[in-house]
């Protein structure tokens, strides 16, 4: 996969993702926005409101497709029928690039519909590896896998999640969707620097970026998506855009969803980053221009 796939998306700015309750403001106020996030499972169907929804939106709006459930680090293989459909799909918005979850979810058939993560092993690299290759492969167009939350740690790691993200990208040859609301999430509660995370990752593979918001409790803290970002994120978020250059940003509201200006406003906050990392012209990686 010669040359960086991922610089020529550079005017995918900031985006924000498609939700029910503000399809009414989007027909009829026509916001101008550089792009939509969908969940590609919502949209695996041939007809019905969902497609019709998705075409009216396709007519003025570029959309990314993001997956839940395609589990890169399951022990068993992706389900033939998901691929097909999700193939379709990819045909059908154009999407520049797929993202899907670094984790495990599904067993002999059965989906957890949660996102597990893995053990940061070296079998869980080479699974994973593959399953991110066939994917890719299969699609035809480029994959960038997220780094998940999480709240439970596997005493057989034998890596920091970071490296395993590192590994994984290096000998898939794909992308990564960097989540910093996620790194920030992991590092609280399992007591770890997230600057480290964040100047640890291969910044010439870094696609696209995810922001959002989360729920604070008294001994863990939850990725809900139902916040505005807060400002040990967005410094995460900086020092990510000053590390990987213009990147397409993302900002992620899921529960509590507030109006869609609301929504935008918040997204458009990603701006200030952005512009300054304008005159880059190459992220501070040897390894750009590998995807």
Known sequence: MAGNRFNSYSDHGVGIGLRIPHY???FSQKPVVDWFEIISENFL???G??????DRILEQYRIVQHGVSLYFGSATEPDPEHLRRLKQLVRRTNTPWLTDHLCWGSVDGTYTHDLIPLPYTWEAVHRTV????QA????EIPVAVENVSSYMAYKDSEMTEWEFLNEVVERADCGILLDVNNIYVSSVNHDFDPMLYVNSIPAGRVAQIHIAGHSRYEKYILDTHDHPVIDPVWQLYA?????????PTLLEWDDHIPTFDEVHNEALKANKYLE????A????????GVL
Request: net charge positive; charged share 25%; with cysteine.
């Open 49 to 54: 409101r969902p497609m019709q929804v998705l």
């Open 239 to 247: 020092r990510a855009i000053e590390r990987a250059g213009y990147t």
């Open 45 to 47: 169907c041939d007809a």
């Open 24 to 26: 009414s403001h989007i």
């Open 276 to 279: 300054a990392a304008k005159p």
């Open 281 to 288: 012209a190459q992220p501070d990686s040897n390894l750009a």
């Open 136 to 139: 890719q492969h299969y699609l």
């Open 130 to 133: 593959e399953r991110v290759k």
